[in-house]
Protein backbone atom coordinates (compact mmCIF):
# COMPACT_ATOMS: atom_id res chain seq x y z
CA UNK A 1 0.00 0.00 0.00
CA UNK A 2 2.86 2.37 -0.30
CA UNK A 3 3.36 5.60 1.28
CA UNK A 4 -0.04 6.20 2.38
CA UNK A 5 0.39 2.88 4.22
CA UNK A 6 3.60 3.65 6.21
CA UNK A 7 2.23 7.00 7.24
CA UNK A 8 -0.93 5.85 8.31
CA UNK A 9 0.67 3.58 10.66
CA UNK A 10 2.83 5.74 11.80
CA UNK A 11 -0.21 7.71 12.81
CA UNK A 12 -1.64 4.98 14.66
CA UNK A 13 1.06 4.07 16.40
CA UNK A 14 1.68 7.71 17.54
CA UNK A 15 -1.98 8.78 18.52
CA UNK A 16 -2.20 5.43 20.47
CA UNK A 17 1.16 6.22 22.42
CA UNK A 18 -0.10 9.70 23.18
CA UNK A 19 -3.90 8.03 23.88
CA UNK A 20 -5.94 10.16 21.96
CA UNK A 21 -7.07 7.00 19.84
CA UNK A 22 -11.05 5.90 20.07
CA UNK A 23 -11.40 2.75 21.89
CA UNK A 24 -11.62 0.62 18.60
CA UNK A 25 -8.12 2.09 16.74
CA UNK A 26 -6.63 1.14 20.21
CA UNK A 27 -7.78 -2.24 20.67
CA UNK A 28 -5.94 -2.80 17.43
CA UNK A 29 -3.19 -1.07 17.91
CA UNK A 30 -3.31 -2.66 21.07
CA UNK A 31 -3.63 -6.51 19.41
CA UNK A 32 -1.00 -5.41 16.48
CA UNK A 33 1.93 -4.47 18.69
CA UNK A 34 1.19 -7.74 20.29
CA UNK A 35 1.64 -9.72 17.46
CA UNK A 36 4.52 -7.49 15.72
CA UNK A 37 8.10 -7.20 17.33
CA UNK A 38 8.74 -4.78 15.18
CA UNK A 39 5.57 -2.34 15.70
CA UNK A 40 6.21 -2.86 19.58
CA UNK A 41 9.56 -1.53 19.34
CA UNK A 42 8.46 1.60 17.30
CA UNK A 43 5.70 1.86 19.66
CA UNK A 44 8.27 1.74 22.77
CA UNK A 45 10.20 4.45 20.37
CA UNK A 46 7.41 7.17 20.51
CA UNK A 47 6.50 6.31 24.04
CA UNK A 48 10.02 7.19 24.83
CA UNK A 49 9.55 10.33 23.49
CA UNK A 50 6.74 11.13 25.19
CA UNK A 51 8.42 10.58 28.47
CA UNK A 52 11.04 12.65 28.00
CA UNK A 53 8.49 15.53 26.60
CA UNK A 54 6.70 15.14 29.92
CA UNK A 55 10.12 15.60 31.42
CA UNK A 56 10.77 18.64 29.78
CA UNK A 57 7.13 19.58 30.44
CA UNK A 58 6.18 23.06 32.44
CA UNK A 59 5.61 22.06 36.09
CA UNK A 60 1.73 22.69 37.48
CA UNK A 61 1.99 22.89 41.31
CA UNK A 62 -0.19 20.41 42.92
CA UNK A 63 -2.15 21.02 46.06
CA UNK A 64 -0.07 20.65 49.21
CA UNK A 65 -1.98 18.37 50.55
CA UNK A 66 -1.57 15.36 47.76
CA UNK A 67 1.37 14.19 48.82
CA UNK A 68 -0.16 13.87 52.38
CA UNK A 69 -3.62 12.36 50.89
CA UNK A 70 -1.50 10.02 49.17
CA UNK A 71 0.74 9.11 51.93
CA UNK A 72 -2.39 7.80 53.72
CA UNK A 73 -3.59 5.91 50.77
CA UNK A 74 -0.22 4.11 50.19
CA UNK A 75 -0.50 1.52 53.37
CA UNK A 76 -3.99 0.95 52.12
CA UNK A 77 -4.30 -2.48 50.07
CA UNK A 78 -5.95 -1.90 46.61
CA UNK A 79 -9.10 -2.48 45.68
CA UNK A 80 -9.50 -6.13 44.99
CA UNK A 81 -8.24 -5.90 41.24
CA UNK A 82 -10.95 -7.87 38.88
CA UNK A 83 -8.90 -10.52 37.79
CA UNK A 84 -10.23 -11.19 34.15
CA UNK A 85 -9.83 -15.27 33.77
CA UNK A 86 -7.91 -15.65 30.90
CA UNK A 87 -10.04 -17.13 28.08
CA UNK A 88 -8.53 -20.54 27.32
CA UNK A 89 -10.26 -20.09 24.12
CA UNK A 90 -8.92 -17.90 20.89
CA UNK A 91 -5.75 -18.71 21.95
CA UNK A 92 -3.97 -17.14 18.88
CA UNK A 93 -6.31 -13.93 19.12
CA UNK A 94 -4.23 -11.28 21.24
CA UNK A 95 -5.71 -10.39 24.61
CA UNK A 96 -6.71 -7.21 24.29
CA UNK A 97 -8.98 -8.05 21.71
CA UNK A 98 -9.96 -11.89 22.96
CA UNK A 99 -11.54 -10.19 26.22
CA UNK A 100 -14.30 -9.45 23.45
CA UNK A 101 -14.98 -12.42 22.50
CA UNK A 102 -16.81 -14.56 25.24
CA UNK A 103 -16.78 -18.16 22.61
CA UNK A 104 -14.44 -19.84 20.17
CA UNK A 105 -14.98 -17.30 17.26
CA UNK A 106 -16.14 -20.26 14.93
CA UNK A 107 -18.98 -20.27 16.69
CA UNK A 108 -19.35 -16.83 16.79
CA UNK A 109 -22.53 -14.49 14.94
CA UNK A 110 -21.16 -14.57 11.58
CA UNK A 111 -23.31 -12.65 9.16
CA UNK A 112 -23.12 -12.97 5.54
CA UNK A 113 -21.85 -9.36 4.36
CA UNK A 114 -20.73 -10.23 0.82
CA UNK A 115 -20.40 -13.72 -1.51
CA UNK A 116 -17.37 -15.32 0.74
CA UNK A 117 -17.41 -12.62 3.14
CA UNK A 118 -18.41 -13.15 6.81
CA UNK A 119 -18.56 -10.20 9.19
CA UNK A 120 -19.21 -10.45 13.07
CA UNK A 121 -19.75 -7.23 14.57
CA UNK A 122 -17.96 -6.47 18.09
CA UNK A 123 -19.63 -4.28 21.03
CA UNK A 124 -16.47 -2.25 21.08
CA UNK A 125 -16.51 1.34 20.33
CA UNK A 126 -16.82 4.85 22.17
CA UNK A 127 -16.24 7.46 19.04
CA UNK A 128 -18.94 6.27 16.32
CA UNK A 129 -16.27 3.63 15.05
CA UNK A 130 -17.29 0.31 13.80
CA UNK A 131 -15.16 -2.67 14.89
CA UNK A 132 -15.88 -5.63 13.15
CA UNK A 133 -14.15 -9.34 12.21
CA UNK A 134 -13.93 -10.59 8.85
CA UNK A 135 -13.43 -13.59 7.26
CA UNK A 136 -13.13 -14.25 4.00
CA UNK A 137 -12.94 -17.38 2.16
CA UNK A 138 -9.96 -18.05 0.38
CA UNK A 139 -9.64 -16.34 -3.20
CA UNK A 140 -12.53 -14.37 -2.27
CA UNK A 141 -12.47 -10.14 -1.63
CA UNK A 142 -13.85 -8.10 0.60
CA UNK A 143 -15.66 -5.43 -1.26
CA UNK A 144 -13.95 -2.55 -2.90
CA UNK A 145 -14.98 0.68 -1.07
CA UNK A 146 -13.13 3.98 0.15
CA UNK A 147 -13.57 6.00 3.48
CA UNK A 148 -14.69 8.90 4.36
CA UNK A 149 -12.65 7.99 7.23
CA UNK A 150 -9.63 5.76 8.42
CA UNK A 151 -10.16 1.99 7.81
CA UNK A 152 -7.30 -0.15 9.74
CA UNK A 153 -7.60 -4.22 8.81
CA UNK A 154 -4.91 -6.20 11.50
CA UNK A 155 -4.57 -9.85 9.58
CA UNK A 156 -5.32 -12.94 12.64
CA UNK A 157 -5.36 -15.52 10.44
CA UNK A 158 -4.62 -16.07 7.08
CA UNK A 159 -3.33 -13.92 4.67
CA UNK A 160 -4.90 -11.86 2.07
CA UNK A 161 -3.64 -9.05 -0.87
CA UNK A 162 -4.47 -5.93 -2.11
CA UNK A 163 -3.18 -6.14 -5.14
CA UNK A 164 0.18 -4.79 -4.17
CA UNK A 165 0.86 -6.34 -1.32
CA UNK A 166 0.45 -9.22 0.65
CA UNK A 167 -0.88 -9.08 4.38
CA UNK A 168 0.01 -11.41 7.08
CA UNK A 169 -0.86 -12.65 10.53
CA UNK A 170 0.38 -9.66 12.28
CA UNK A 171 -0.06 -7.14 9.60
CA UNK A 172 -1.63 -4.26 9.70
CA UNK A 173 -3.25 -2.41 6.29
CA UNK A 174 -4.46 1.54 6.59
CA UNK A 175 -6.52 3.00 4.10
CA UNK A 176 -7.95 6.54 4.34
CA UNK A 177 -9.79 7.79 1.34
CA UNK A 178 -7.40 7.97 -0.97
CA UNK A 179 -7.07 4.35 -1.03
CA UNK A 180 -9.58 1.78 -3.26
CA UNK A 181 -8.95 -1.36 -2.05
CA UNK A 182 -10.35 -4.57 -2.48
CA UNK A 183 -8.44 -7.17 -0.17
CA UNK A 184 -8.21 -10.53 -1.46
CA UNK A 185 -7.95 -13.69 0.75
CA UNK A 186 -4.87 -15.49 -0.04
CA UNK A 187 -3.66 -19.35 0.27
CA UNK A 188 -5.93 -22.11 1.30
CA UNK A 189 -7.95 -21.03 4.43
CA UNK A 190 -10.02 -18.69 5.60
CA UNK A 191 -8.45 -14.93 6.04
CA UNK A 192 -9.83 -13.34 9.66
CA UNK A 193 -8.72 -9.68 10.08
CA UNK A 194 -10.01 -7.09 12.75
CA UNK A 195 -11.48 -3.85 10.57
CA UNK A 196 -11.45 -1.08 12.65
CA UNK A 197 -13.30 2.11 10.91
CA UNK A 198 -13.68 5.62 11.55
CA UNK A 199 -16.54 7.30 9.87
CA UNK A 200 -18.75 6.30 7.25
CA UNK A 201 -17.91 3.79 4.71
CA UNK A 202 -19.12 4.63 1.23
CA UNK A 203 -18.72 2.42 -1.86
CA UNK A 204 -16.84 3.77 -4.86
CA UNK A 205 -17.97 4.01 -8.38
CA UNK A 206 -21.60 3.71 -9.35
CA UNK A 207 -24.23 1.09 -8.51
CA UNK A 208 -23.50 -1.11 -10.96
CA UNK A 209 -19.55 -1.05 -9.84
CA UNK A 210 -21.04 -1.88 -6.49
CA UNK A 211 -23.26 -4.46 -8.13
CA UNK A 212 -20.52 -6.31 -10.27
CA UNK A 213 -17.99 -6.83 -7.79
CA UNK A 214 -21.62 -8.19 -5.41
CA UNK A 215 -21.95 -10.98 -8.20
CA UNK A 216 -18.28 -11.31 -9.24
CA UNK A 217 -17.15 -12.20 -5.19
CA UNK B 1 17.14 15.77 45.99
CA UNK B 2 18.39 15.16 49.51
CA UNK B 3 17.54 11.90 51.36
CA UNK B 4 19.86 10.15 54.06
CA UNK B 5 19.77 7.19 51.28
CA UNK B 6 22.72 4.87 50.16
CA UNK B 7 22.72 6.22 46.68
CA UNK B 8 24.25 3.63 43.68
CA UNK B 9 23.37 5.98 41.57
CA UNK B 10 25.74 8.50 42.92
CA UNK B 11 28.31 7.03 42.43
CA UNK B 12 27.54 8.08 38.51
CA UNK B 13 27.27 11.26 39.35
CA UNK B 14 30.59 12.46 37.37
CA UNK B 15 29.20 11.34 34.36
CA UNK B 16 28.96 14.59 32.14
CA UNK B 17 25.78 14.37 31.19
CA UNK B 18 23.16 15.53 34.98
CA UNK B 19 19.86 14.15 32.83
CA UNK B 20 21.35 10.30 32.04
CA UNK B 21 22.30 10.30 36.17
CA UNK B 22 18.65 11.74 36.68
CA UNK B 23 17.33 9.49 35.20
CA UNK B 24 19.24 6.20 36.62
CA UNK B 25 18.59 8.48 40.12
CA UNK B 26 14.44 8.25 39.25
CA UNK B 27 14.85 4.18 38.02
CA UNK B 28 16.84 3.82 41.45
CA UNK B 29 14.02 5.29 43.06
CA UNK B 30 11.54 3.23 41.45
CA UNK B 31 13.39 -0.03 42.57
CA UNK B 32 13.36 1.25 45.81
CA UNK B 33 9.77 1.10 46.14
CA UNK B 34 9.20 -2.24 44.60
CA UNK B 35 11.99 -3.88 46.50
CA UNK B 36 11.20 -2.15 50.02
CA UNK B 37 8.44 -0.15 49.81
CA UNK B 38 10.64 2.79 50.20
CA UNK B 39 8.55 6.20 50.98
CA UNK B 40 11.27 8.71 51.08
CA UNK B 41 11.91 7.38 47.20
CA UNK B 42 8.30 7.89 46.96
CA UNK B 43 8.23 11.41 48.27
CA UNK B 44 11.08 12.33 45.61
CA UNK B 45 9.75 10.82 42.62
CA UNK B 46 6.30 12.86 43.40
CA UNK B 47 8.35 16.04 43.98
CA UNK B 48 9.74 15.55 40.24
CA UNK B 49 7.04 14.12 38.43
CA UNK B 50 3.58 15.04 40.10
CA UNK B 51 3.56 18.51 38.83
CA UNK B 52 4.50 17.71 35.60
CA UNK B 53 2.43 14.99 35.21
CA UNK B 54 -0.21 17.66 35.94
CA UNK B 55 0.83 20.07 33.33
CA UNK B 56 0.56 17.45 30.69
CA UNK B 57 -3.26 16.66 31.43
CA UNK B 58 -3.72 20.32 31.69
CA UNK B 59 -2.46 20.75 28.17
CA UNK B 60 -4.32 18.11 27.13
CA UNK B 61 -7.60 19.67 28.50
CA UNK B 62 -8.05 18.79 32.10
CA UNK B 63 -9.70 21.04 34.36
CA UNK B 64 -7.83 21.65 37.37
CA UNK B 65 -9.80 19.35 39.63
CA UNK B 66 -9.40 16.48 37.15
CA UNK B 67 -6.12 17.26 36.77
CA UNK B 68 -5.49 16.58 40.23
CA UNK B 69 -7.60 13.73 40.56
CA UNK B 70 -6.05 11.99 37.78
CA UNK B 71 -2.17 13.24 39.02
CA UNK B 72 -3.26 11.73 42.61
CA UNK B 73 -4.33 8.47 40.73
CA UNK B 74 -1.70 7.81 38.91
CA UNK B 75 1.04 8.81 41.41
CA UNK B 76 -0.57 6.33 43.46
CA UNK B 77 -0.26 3.60 40.19
CA UNK B 78 3.23 4.67 40.46
CA UNK B 79 3.18 3.23 43.97
CA UNK B 80 1.44 -0.08 43.60
CA UNK B 81 3.08 -0.90 40.29
CA UNK B 82 6.36 -0.26 40.72
CA UNK B 83 7.11 -3.83 41.24
CA UNK B 84 6.33 -3.56 37.29
CA UNK B 85 8.85 -1.20 36.22
CA UNK B 86 11.74 -3.19 34.55
CA UNK B 87 14.42 -0.54 33.20
CA UNK B 88 15.86 -2.37 30.64
CA UNK B 89 12.35 -1.87 29.21
CA UNK B 90 11.74 1.96 29.51
CA UNK B 91 12.89 4.98 31.58
CA UNK B 92 11.58 6.02 34.85
CA UNK B 93 10.01 9.20 32.57
CA UNK B 94 8.59 7.09 29.40
CA UNK B 95 6.92 4.40 32.12
CA UNK B 96 5.13 7.38 34.46
CA UNK B 97 3.95 8.70 31.20
CA UNK B 98 2.19 5.65 30.33
CA UNK B 99 0.87 5.66 33.66
CA UNK B 100 -0.59 8.89 33.47
CA UNK B 101 -1.86 8.19 29.86
CA UNK B 102 -3.70 5.14 30.99
CA UNK B 103 -4.86 7.14 34.32
CA UNK B 104 -6.44 9.93 32.60
CA UNK B 105 -8.46 7.72 29.54
CA UNK B 106 -9.25 5.39 32.36
CA UNK B 107 -11.01 7.91 34.82
CA UNK B 108 -12.34 10.64 32.03
CA UNK B 109 -13.34 8.28 29.58
CA UNK B 110 -14.29 4.96 32.36
CA UNK B 111 -12.43 2.78 29.90
CA UNK B 112 -9.73 0.54 30.08
CA UNK B 113 -6.95 1.69 27.72
CA UNK B 114 -6.29 -1.29 25.97
CA UNK B 115 -2.65 -2.48 26.38
CA UNK B 116 -0.63 -5.77 25.57
CA UNK B 117 0.24 -8.34 28.38
CA UNK B 118 2.90 -9.53 28.78
CA UNK B 119 2.05 -12.80 29.58
CA UNK B 120 -0.95 -12.92 26.69
CA UNK B 121 0.50 -16.76 25.61
CA UNK B 122 -0.31 -15.24 21.55
CA UNK B 123 2.41 -12.48 22.20
CA UNK B 124 5.10 -12.51 19.65
CA UNK B 125 8.45 -12.09 21.57
CA UNK B 126 11.11 -9.66 20.68
CA UNK B 127 14.20 -11.48 18.47
CA UNK B 128 16.98 -12.12 21.09
CA UNK B 129 18.56 -9.10 22.37
CA UNK B 130 21.24 -7.59 21.20
CA UNK B 131 24.38 -7.09 23.36
CA UNK B 132 24.07 -3.69 24.10
CA UNK B 133 19.82 -3.91 24.27
CA UNK B 134 19.98 -2.35 28.02
CA UNK B 135 22.18 0.54 27.31
CA UNK B 136 20.36 1.60 24.55
CA UNK B 137 17.59 1.38 26.34
CA UNK B 138 19.12 3.13 29.25
CA UNK B 139 20.68 5.99 27.24
CA UNK B 140 17.33 5.93 24.51
CA UNK B 141 15.69 8.70 26.66
CA UNK B 142 18.98 11.05 26.66
CA UNK B 143 19.29 10.67 23.12
CA UNK B 144 15.69 11.22 22.38
CA UNK B 145 16.06 14.35 24.19
CA UNK B 146 19.30 15.61 22.97
CA UNK B 147 17.45 14.66 18.83
CA UNK B 148 14.89 16.96 19.96
CA UNK B 149 17.11 19.93 21.52
CA UNK B 150 18.79 20.20 18.29
CA UNK B 151 15.55 20.85 16.03
CA UNK B 152 14.75 24.34 15.07
CA UNK B 153 11.44 25.62 17.32
CA UNK B 154 8.86 25.42 14.74
CA UNK B 155 9.02 21.68 14.49
CA UNK B 156 9.72 20.91 17.92
CA UNK B 157 6.41 22.60 18.35
CA UNK B 158 4.85 20.72 15.84
CA UNK B 159 6.24 17.13 17.24
CA UNK B 160 4.80 17.88 20.73
CA UNK B 161 1.37 18.55 19.16
CA UNK B 162 1.78 15.63 17.37
CA UNK B 163 3.15 13.12 19.45
CA UNK B 164 2.23 14.21 23.29
CA UNK B 165 -1.01 15.77 22.65
CA UNK B 166 -1.45 13.01 19.61
CA UNK B 167 -3.05 15.44 17.02
CA UNK B 168 -3.68 14.33 13.65
CA UNK B 169 -2.16 15.75 11.05
CA UNK B 170 -5.36 16.78 10.18
CA UNK B 171 -5.67 18.60 13.39
CA UNK B 172 -2.33 19.90 13.36
CA UNK B 173 -3.27 21.53 9.98
CA UNK B 174 -6.61 23.02 11.51
CA UNK B 175 -5.57 24.06 15.16
CA UNK B 176 -1.86 25.82 13.95
CA UNK B 177 -3.90 27.37 10.41
CA UNK B 178 -1.02 25.79 8.56
CA UNK B 179 -1.60 23.58 5.08
CA UNK B 180 -1.49 20.24 5.31
CA UNK B 181 1.04 19.88 3.23
CA UNK B 182 3.32 22.21 5.19
CA UNK B 183 2.45 20.09 8.42
CA UNK B 184 3.08 16.95 6.73
CA UNK B 185 6.75 18.29 5.40
CA UNK B 186 7.94 19.67 8.54
CA UNK B 187 6.76 16.47 10.70
CA UNK B 188 8.57 14.62 7.69
CA UNK B 189 11.89 16.68 8.35
CA UNK B 190 11.87 16.64 11.93
CA UNK B 191 10.68 13.11 12.14
CA UNK B 192 13.82 12.37 9.72
CA UNK B 193 16.46 14.14 11.71
CA UNK B 194 15.48 12.94 14.42
CA UNK B 195 15.61 9.00 12.91
CA UNK B 196 19.29 10.02 11.79
CA UNK B 197 20.27 11.09 15.49
CA UNK B 198 18.51 8.00 17.11
CA UNK B 199 19.69 5.47 13.81
CA UNK B 200 16.83 4.13 14.80
CA UNK B 201 13.11 2.83 13.22
CA UNK B 202 11.29 5.40 15.58
Known amino acids: MGENSSEGLQNLLQQYAAGSLNHGMAVLVASYVTLSSDARHRLEELESLNGVLLNEAEPVAVSPMMLEDLQRLLDEAPAAAEEKPVEEINEDLPLPLRQFLNQPIENGKWRFAYPGVRQMTLPIGDRGEKVKLLKIKPGKAAPRHSHDGVEATLVLRGAFSDGKRLFQRGDVAVADHDVKHRPRAQGDEDCICLAVTDGGVRFAGSIAHVARDFFAG | ?202
Do not use: C
Not at chain 2, 8 to 17: E, I, R, T
Not at chain 2, 27 to 48: G, P, T, V, W, Y
Open chain 2, 1 to 202: MSSQHTRPAQQKDQQPNSSVSDSMRFAFLIENIASQKDRDAFAELFAHFAPRVKGYLMRLGASNGQAEEVTQDAMLSVWRKAHLFDRKKASASTWIFTIARNRRIDVLRQQKYPELDANDPSLVPDSPAQPDDEVIAERRGEMVRAALGKLPEEQRELVRLAFYNGWSHGQLAAETNLPLGTVKSRLRLAFGRLRQELGDDI
